[in-house]
């Protein structure tokens, strides 16, 4: 049930990230301990909720939209794949090391609790592809920098790189310049 009147964000052509917070759980010491993790599964689990997150992410390109979302795994292809079908357009994953069965482009990155490696098919983007890059959260950028170097790669154009949450103390932002950032709930 959702916490605050539905009409009151019904017509509205943005998301405010006050009605998407109380969907968002804190769940300490996960996966490592020391870890606060933001947990975005009761807001998937609230269709009205998870629908307007994603309307709020595609308004920004009503009238101009890209050729494509590359979203990130494991729940950034969930907000991608939703943000990709209320676009109309197609949805590019980026997996972990050793998931897509064709020939990849690679690049590997810092987390905050360790190493990891990203990759993306070698024809999945062509020369020019305009993209929104998507994933569920910015933490110290390390992920999303790596996916714009495999986006880089493919030749494709970054428009925006989207979030539904933002850690800003952790600065990720700063690190993915000179590329547009949106969240929609920040920390």
Do not use: W
Request: with cysteine; hydrophobic share 40%; net charge neutral.
């Amino acid at each position: 049930m959702c916490p605050f009147p539905e009409s009151s964000l019904a017509h509205q052509a943005k998301v405010d990230s006050l009605h998407l917070a109380p969907y968002i759980r804190d769940i300490p010491n996960f996966p490592v301990t020391g870890i606060l993790f933001r947990d975005i599964t009761p807001l998937l689990q609230d269709g009205p909720t998870f629908h307007r997150a994603i309307q709020g992410l595609a308004l920004r390109h009503q009238g101009r939209k890209p050729d494509a979302v590359v979203a990130i795994e494991s729940r950034g292809l969930i907000v991608g794949a939703a943000l990709a079908y209320e676009l109309g357009i197609g949805v590019v994953p980026v997996r972990k090391a050793g998931k897509l069965p064709h020939k990849t482009y690679t690049a590997s990155y810092t987390l905050e609790y360790g190493q990891d490696t990203l990759e993306i098919h070698q024809d999945a983007l062509t020369q020019g592809h305009r993209v929104i890059l998507v994933d569920d959260l910015l933490a110290t950028g390390g992920t999303m920098q790596a996916t714009v170097q495999l986006i880089e790669q493919c030749g494709a154009k970054i428009v925006e790189l989207a979030f539904l949450i933002e850690l800003t103390a952790l600065k990720g932002r700063q690190r993915l310049t000179p590329h547009p950032v949106i969240s929609l709930v920040q920390y």
